[in-house]
């Protein structure tokens, strides 16, 4: 098993520029979520999906948007990116009742947008 | 993470204990979690305690808690630089259905040697 995975690894982007998050988990989980992390800060989450073809908004989903068109797969798009939105990017899955509910982390996107 | 509190930094000497303390305030939450995270990696779960028990101990982990406090704390025994990274606490509020984390801002351990 893989786990969770991430692509891609480091990204560098002007403001204004669009870009995909890809996240992707081999463990058939239900649930996705996608967080952000800054510097002295715990993470923050963006959006979540407690299913295939279903998202909900998170505590700072401004700026961003997903799908999650296949089990397996959860992806965060920036449609304009700001400088604000630099930030090291988790992906997390779970699945409802298992070890306590844990979350299972992939290794992190650091986005710099200048 | 502004509802989950951790001091920032902590520092220990290899082979001495290290505590590192959390303050939660939803405690409505089920499950109270652990996370560790090295240097350019993920998080990485250490352990979970449910909301109804006070102790649990894995290997060189105990977690203790607190639920009248609404205080959680993580003690590893016999540190060593190995155990050098960020934690952080983290509990399951109910306003996303317990399905998503609130994360303090982490500790960071620094082990001398």
């Known amino acids: 098993n893989a786990g969770v995975t991430q692509t891609p690894k480091f990204r560098v982007l002007k403001t204004g520029q669009s870009m995909t998050l890809l996240c992707a988990q081999d463990m058939n989980h239900e649930y996705m979520y996608w967080y952000r992390q800054d510097p002295g800060m715990g993470l923050r989450l963006i959006h979540y999906s407690v299913g295939e073809g279903t998202t909900a908004k998170g505590e700072v989903p401004d700026g961003y948007n997903v799908s999650r068109l296949k089990k397996q797969n959860f992806l965060l798009g920036l449609e304009s990116a700001a400088p604000s939105q630099t930030s090291v990017y988790f992906c997390a899955s779970s699945y409802p009742g298992l070890a306590g509910d844990t979350q299972y982390f992939g290794p992190g996107t650091r986005l710099t947008v200048l | 993470g502004e509802d989950v509190e951790q001091s920032l930094f902590l520092s220990v000497r290899e082979g001495d204990s290290s505590v590192i303390n959390c303050t939660y305030t939803d405690s409505s939450s089920t499950y109270l979690y652990w996370y560790k995270q090295e240097p350019g990696a993920g998080l990485q779960l250490l352990t979970y305690?449910?909301?109804?028990?006070d102790m649990k101990q894995d290997q060189r982990l105990t977690v203790l808690l607190n639920k009248k406090d609404k205080h959680l704390s993580l003690r590893i025994a016999d540190t060593q630089t190995g155990d050098s990274a960020i934690y952080f606490c983290?509990?399951?509020?109910?306003?996303?259905?317990?399905?998503?984390?609130?994360f303090g801002s982490g500790t960071r351990l620094q082990v001398q040697p």
């Open positions: 983290a509990e399951n509020p109910p306003d996303t259905g317990r399905r998503a984390l609130t």
């Open positions: 305690i449910f909301s109804n028990m």
